[in-house]
């Protein structure tokens, strides 16, 4: 088992930066894929980016790519999501995820999430 607690959410204005951060605990490995997704009312969750556990092979939603970076703290089980050009739109909830196996955007394949945490971006 997995468990995943995002933290780093809040409000700020657009043009600035959040990072967001997901504490891993478990029986997490290298071969584990790990994304981050968002979320808002009425919609399905949104792929932003995702890796292996190992910090290997990154990949980003083309809508993202460039704002975001996906990372982690090889020290400790943390993961990150630093964001930066915040824009409006990017007001959501924000969820890790976590699977066994290879890297998908598809978040009907992730067996582990996290709570959420809550960004807005005001104008």
């Known amino acids: 088992q997995v468990q995943l607690v995002e933290s780093g959410g809040g409000l700020v204005q657009a043009g600035g930066s959040l990072r967001l951060s997901c504490a891993a605990s478990g029986s997490i490995f290298g071969f584990y894929a790990v994304a981050w997704f968002r979320q808002t009312p009425g919609k399905e969750r949104e792929f932003l980016a995702n890796m292996m556990w190992s910090g290997s092979s990154p990949a980003y939603a083309d809508s993202v790519k460039g704002r975001v970076t996906i990372s982690r703290d090889g020290t400790k089980n943390l993961m990150y999501l630093q964001m930066n050009r915040l824009k409006p739109e990017d007001t959501a909830v924000y969820y890790c995820?976590?699977?066994?196996?290879?890297?998908?955007?598809?978040?009907?394949?992730?067996?582990?999430w996290g709570q959420g945490t809550q960004v807005t971006v005001s104008p």
């Open positions: 995820a976590g699977r066994a196996g290879t890297r998908t955007s598809n978040p009907n394949s992730y067996q582990y």
